[in-house]
């Protein structure tokens, strides 16, 4: 059973596990959020690129291959 997103999404401020900031925001309906794997820690994230973060957080996260 899958959940359905909210119409508002968060932002994903930092990583749970190590604190390095990240530049992902929660998904919202419609949208499909992606695995993202934090760069320092190795922890998964669930989550959409949030455009109004400074793009240079985006070398903090890469998207986890589809296996």
């Known amino acids: 059973m899958s959940k359905v997103a909210p119409e508002t999404s ?9 604190l390095l900031p990240l530049p992902l925001r929660t998904a919202r309906r419609g949208e499909v959020d992606a695995a993202w794997e934090c ?9 959409v690129i949030a455009e ?3 793009k240079k957080l985006r070398r903090n996260v ?3 291959s589809q296996r």
Request: some cysteine; glycine content about 8%; hydrophobic content about 20%.
């Open 39 to 47: 760069r320092s820690c190795g922890a998964r994230v669930h989550g």
């Open 62 to 64: 890469r998207r986890c």
């Open 10 to 18: 968060e932002r994903i401020l930092a990583c749970e596990d190590c």
């Open 52 to 54: 109004d973060r400074p």
